[in-house]
């Protein structure tokens, strides 16, 4: 599916909660999950900086879905977020049975910045989302995202 300008605006608006995190101290991820009739019905920002690394918008948003819309329903939900959702949130998306995903940035760019940023690898391989839960549907990366995100990542580890 092609990116359009309502892609556009959820993923600047993942940006920003993005930027919210690293201003709270925190990972620069921030995500939204969107009805079928375009409206947001839940955003968030990762919250990984008390210790739980569990605490991923993604995770948070399946979990969401999961305890608030019918199973019938989730397939058509998107979720938008700044940053591929890693396994751990894969794997959630696909078991809350949630729709299309559409993401700024990748798994592969997030690993190569984090490289030269010199930060330790995650404890999870860092795999892509259609690795995990091949039958759910992508967008992403957009490129245009790019250099904010990147920037995001620079500035919460330079701390």
Partial sequence: MAIDDTDRRHLARCVELAEQA???????????????????LMEDHNHVSGGDGTRHPELAIALWAAAHLPVASRAAHTVYTSGEHCAMCSAAH???????????????????????????????????????????????????????????????HAR
Avoid: C, K
Wanted: proline residues 10%; without cysteine; charged residues 15%.
């Fill in 22 to 40: 690293v201003e709270v101290g925190d990972e620069p991820f921030g995500s939204l999950l969107v009805g079928p009739d375009g409206t947001v």
């Fill in 94 to 156: 696909a078991w809350a049975g949630l729709g299309r995903i559409v993401f700024a940035t990748s798994t592969p760019q997030l690993v190569q910045w984090m490289g030269e940023l010199g930060v330790a690898p995650s404890p999870v391989t860092a795999l892509r989302i259609t690795e995990v839960a091949p039958g759910v549907p992508v967008d992403g990366p957009v490129e245009e995202y790019a250099d904010a995100v990147r920037a995001l990542h620079v500035r919460h």
